[in-house]
């Protein structure tokens, strides 16, 4: 199950994570009770937090947030990072939301209420086609 919220635009973001984690449930196709947690988080440089990342390995989920830059200029110590961030699909998402959904880009909806179901529509509106061709390809 997909899970998304609106905050105010000079929200904090990290603070949105625990509980967007909390709706969310895992569909594996199998007999059973699902699996409550993923297994790896992704996301930009904006997450980038040690209280954060400490509170996903308490849930067992492995972060892959990109490093920021220090202020300072200086280089991070220690190994650099080995595994690659999957960045793509993060703000490919976005930009198909953007593209083909103005209403999401500039808010015209008063009612936090409206502006919600619209998301709501637009996400399922974007991912059900993707979601029945995967389906075809497993059963054909």
Request: glycine share 6%; aromatic share 8%; net charge positive.
């Amino acid at each position: 199950m997909l899970s998304a919220t609106v905050t105010p635009a000079n929200g904090d973001e990290k603070a949105q994570v625990e509980p967007l984690l909390d709706d969310v449930v895992v569909h594996t196709g199998r007999r059973g009770r699902p699996p409550k947690r993923v297994r790896r988080l992704a996301g930009d440089k904006g997450y980038d937090a040690k209280p954060l990342r400490s509170k996903l390995r308490r849930r067992g989920i492995e972060p892959q947030l990109p490093k920021r830059r220090r202020r300072n200029g200086t280089p991070h110590r220690g190994r650099p990072l080995q595994q690659t961030v999957p960045r793509y699909p993060i703000e490919r998402a976005w930009a198909w939301l953007q593209r083909r959904f103005r209403r999401l880009v500039v808010r015209w909806e008063r009612k936090e209420l409206y502006f919600n179901a619209f998301l709501q529509l637009a996400v399922c509106w974007q991912w059900v086609p993707l979601i029945l061709t995967d389906r075809e390809e497993v059963v054909g």
